[in-house]
């Protein structure tokens, strides 16, 4: 079925309480704006729209709140490389010391102590963020090519069922390429682009069973995110009524966005911490094979490009200028 520990994976998570309490409340904070900005942009476009009558008001309450939902989500679409280098590497870079059987601390010096080895691999979010989406580009390239079930099977129908599963694999990489970045940080690799390289390899060398856990994972995550939604949706629908000119088709999308930020506060890590066990057993004395180079940079431009980058880092250390020895003092 999977190769996961449901049970230890729940353990290590545990262990980095103060993590989970940090998405907690990054993702609590994410949702709240979007409350603010769906409540006050109906509340403003209802006002503009009660001069037409009731339907212009109704009219002005429905477009007010998408715009705030648009403003809302421009925020997060400049703000998701920090998320990203503040809150998921940080929590990836505990979880790897963790599988490794080593010690970390408690409290903030938790959340300190990942930041510290995230700048350490990634000096800048841009740089951290830039890997992050070379290796998801590479990643559906390449799993795209490996799962054209269609061209294989003449069975009638059989594009839907390819297509629906191509879907559910594209969400399965959610988990991938924070795997990915993973390595980089386990095997402390000063060219972030080298190590993002050799990862991708290792994964392609063992594709068949890790993507087999991701897909289980994807599963057992959406079946959470659905679960988590009928939970939440009678509580906001009724704070809704607190606010007349919001209901209805936005009662629904407050209780999706409040699903989702659970989700991505809770059951994210857990898929994450699942699948970083699933890859470093799978990889475990295991050398990149440049066969397996080869076929990615076949079938992905974005592999290319991730080589070109590795083979232009320079070092921050050789980089920097040396102090000039002083002459010894007579």
């Known amino acids: 079925m999977w190769d996961f520990n449901l049970a230890q994976v729940l353990g290590l998570l545990l262990r980095t309480l103060p993590f989970l309490l940090l998405r907690m409340l990054v993702y609590a904070g994410i949702t709240l704006a979007y409350v603010i900005g769906i409540g006050g942009g109906s509340g403003v476009g209802w006002v503009i729209g009660r001069a037409g009558g009731v339907d212009a008001a109704a009219g002005g309450a429905f477009w007010g709140a998408l715009v705030g939902v648009g403003v809302i989500s421009g925020v997060m679409y400049w703000a998701r490389e920090y998320l990203l280098y503040l809150v998921k590497a940080g929590h990836i870079a505990v979880l790897v010391e963790l599988l490794q059987g080593k010690s970390i601390p408690g409290g903030r010096g938790q959340i300190d102590y990942a930041t510290s080895v995230v700048k350490e691999r990634f ?13 998801a580009g590479i990643l559906r390239a390449f799993n795209r090519v490996m799962m054209r079930v269609a061209n294989f099977l003449p069975i009638p129908g059989i594009e839907g069922v390819a297509k629906f599963a191509g879907n559910v694999i594209t969400m399965s990489l959610t988990y991938v390429d924070e795997v990915i970045l993973a390595y980089n ?13 050799d990862g ?9 069973n890790l993507l087999k856990n991701a897909l289980w994972l994807t599963l057992i995550v959406w079946g959470a995110t659905l679960g988590i939604f009928l939970i939440v949706f009678l509580p906001v629908a009724a704070l809704a009524t607190l606010v007349p000119s ?10 999706a966005i409040t699903a989702w930020g659970l989700k991505a506060a809770l059951v994210d890590p857990l898929a994450m911490a699942a699948l970083l066990q699933c890859y470093f057993k799978a990889i475990e004395g295991q050398q990149p094979n440049p066969e397996w180079a080869g ?6 431009g974005k592999f290319r490009e991730l080589k070109d980058k590795a083979a ?15 002459p010894p003092q007579s």
């Open 246 to 255: 919001v209901g209805g088709f936005w009662t629904f999308a407050l209780a």
């Open 295 to 300: 076929k990615l940079e076949s079938t992905s």
């Open 123 to 135: 000096i800048e979010s841009s740089v951290l963020f830039g890997v992050d989406r070379l290796v």
């Open 200 to 208: 991708l390899v290792l994964y392609a060398q063992n594709y068949k």
């Open 312 to 326: 232009g880092f320079v070092s921050r250390r050789t980089a920097e200028p040396q102090a000039m020895p002083q």
């Open 185 to 197: 940080i386990r095997h402390k690799i000063e060219n972030p682009w080298a190590g993002a390289r």
